[in-house]
Each structure stands twice: as C-alpha cells, then as structure tokens.
Nanobody, 117 residues
Framework: QVQLVESGGGLVQAGGSLRLSCAAS????????MGWYRQAPGKQREMVAI???????NYADSVRGRFIISRDNAKNTVYLQMNSLKLEDTAFYYC???????????WGQGTQVTVSS
C-alpha cells in the first residue's frame, strides 16, 4: 500500500502562484510515476502533470509553460509549482502514484485550489 498526503492548496488571485506538495509513504518502489490530476465541479478528472522516476514529464496543454512538476526521489515527494494561475485552474487537485511494473495506482485525498479574480 502507498499513502499520499498533499499540501499547499488554498486561495490565490488570478496571476498568482501556489506550490503543491505530495509526500508518498508505504511500499514505495523505484520504478514509478507520480503526478497531479485535477477535477473541477461538473467536470471529469484530468491529468495536469506527471513525472516518471526517470524524469520523463508530461503536461496538459492547458498548463504547459505555467506549471512545473518536480520530484525528490530521496523524499518520495512530488511538487507542482503553479504560476500565472487562471480562474479555470480552480479545482480539487489530487496526487497520483503508479507503480510501473504492475500499474497499481494510488490517489491522495486531494487539496482545493481556488483562483479568484
């Protein structure tokens, strides 16, 4: 089992920045993907950014150039630096972990990000 604990959400004005963190604990193995998904009210959950343990990254088109994902493998922690936030970035953000060989997936409880005008 893997436990994920997010932090860093909150309320920010449009154009501002926030940094999300997610610490993983439990049965962590080196071959994995960690990242962030989000879900806005009335919408499906969507991928925001992911990073493999080999540092391959993928971003949603809507956040590319504004958000930066990073990770500290020694701390089993993934970060999401969100810059130039827009109203449409308002959502519940979920941390994600997938163990590559088995594709077992785990989710955090989520953290709310609200962007105001």
């Amino acid at each position: 089992q893997v436990q994920l604990v997010e932090s860093g959400g909150g309320l920010v004005q449009a154009g501002g920045s926030l940094r999300l963190s997610c610490a993983a604990s439990g049965s962590i193995f080196s071959l994995n993907t960690m990242g962030w998904y989000r879900q806005a009210p009335g919408k499906q959950r969507e991928m925001v950014a992911i990073m493999t343990s080999g540092r391959y990254t993928n971003y949603a088109d809507s956040v590319r150039g504004r958000f930066i994902i990073s990770r500290d493998n020694a701390k089993n922690t993934v970060y999401l630096q969100m810059n130039s936030l827009k109203l449409e970035d308002t959502a519940f953000y979920y941390c994600y972990y997938r163990y590559t060989p088995t594709r077992d997936e785990y989710w955090g409880q989520g953290t709310q990000v609200t962007v105001s005008s």
